[in-house]
């Protein structure tokens, strides 16, 4: 079996109200019971708004330390579920499951190595 991260993208700024969020969350809980009856799911977990990060870069013989994300944009990571499928399609299948419940984007990667 493979592992794999379905990493969940979300838009920048306040995330949406109670109407929009609780019927997702729901629903996402729904899917973790589902992939945890099928043997899929090994772990998940929500992050911190991208406000609260720290990027730590090397150079010059010193580690910077800045707050804030990595890079500015539009959406960031928002929180990731680890699963392990028998291949790319079965991990795309849960992917695709996780879209339509998150109702946002969701990169799935293969763990390498």
């Not at 890079?71 to 928002?78: A, F, S």
Request: net charge negative; hydrophobic share 40%; charged share 25%.
């Amino acid at each position: 079996m493979q592992r794999y991260v379905l990493t969940i993208y979300q838009p920048d700024g306040e995330p949406p109200g109670p109407e929009v969020l609780e019927p997702v969350m729901r629903d996402l809980g729904a899917l973790e019971e589902e992939m945890k009856a099928a043997g899929a799911w090994l772990f998940s977990g929500g992050l911190r708004p991208p406000e609260e990060a720290a990027v730590l870069r090397a150079g010059d013989g010193e580690v910077l330390t800045v707050d804030g994300p990595y890079t500015e944009g539009k959406e960031h990571v928002g929180g990731f579920t680890v699963i392990q499928a028998p291949g790319r399609e079965a991990a795309l299948a849960w992917g695709r499951r996780m879209a339509a419940a998150a109702t946002l984007p969701i990169e799935v990667r293969e763990f390498w190595g």
